[in-house]
């Protein structure tokens, strides 16, 4: 029987979910932030910006008459996802939760593992050129390091300049091929890779190019991993 679906979205995997609910003849409405100025085309329909906070979500579960309630939102967005729940919870709806496993290093890998953004920034080593792969919104607290040449990138040009002392940007999304990602990480230098353990297929080519042109990591381990 066909339902009516709603998917917290914002990944190529909700993407992807959409897709294929949508070709099995649901009813889908997938959730976006609305953080990306031009997000990657999802099918079914697509509504944008937080519902406020939980209570929101669970008026608008309720008043759309969903039947199935999807969180397949990025590992590092907390807050949608608890919000999910607790939604799910007051309307008595099921949540699914779709998040990406974890990426785990081979023997082949230098990856070093810290807990938080704060631990990534100490633990850059002088005159390092550092390719920062996270979002806009955790660039600041590098800004302590003027003794980095950091490059960034980007999905949407920043509205304002970054507050980095030696930077350059790069706009675009990550390519999924390892070759073009080492074809990047060479043309600037890089010593190093910042990141998240956000996992999924379409971020992990950098990865790969780093294991083939032997860089370090630093990997930023999702809350409570333990790791
Ligand atoms: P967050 O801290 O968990 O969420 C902050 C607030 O943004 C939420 O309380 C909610 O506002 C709104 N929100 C988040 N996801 C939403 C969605 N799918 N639909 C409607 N409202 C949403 O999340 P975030 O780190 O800001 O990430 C925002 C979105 O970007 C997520 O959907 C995530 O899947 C996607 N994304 C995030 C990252 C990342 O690195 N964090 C990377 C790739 C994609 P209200 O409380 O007002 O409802």
Redesign the pocket.
Known sequence: MAERILI????REAADLAAALTAGGHDVTT???G?TREPLPVAGRVRT?????AD??ARFLQSEGFTRLVDA??P??????A?ALAAAKAVGLPLEVRLRPPWSATTDDDWHHVADIPRAVAALAAGERVLLAL?SQHITPFAARSDIHFVVRMVDAPSEALPLPDHQVVLGRPSADPGREAELLRRHRIDRIVCRNSGGEGAFAKLLAARALRLRVTMIDRPGSGG
Do not use: K, V, W
């Open positions: 917290l979205g914002g990944t959730s976006l932030a953080r910006g937080g519902f406020g906070g929101g979500l939102t990025h590092f967005a907390p807050r949608i996802s919000n979002g």
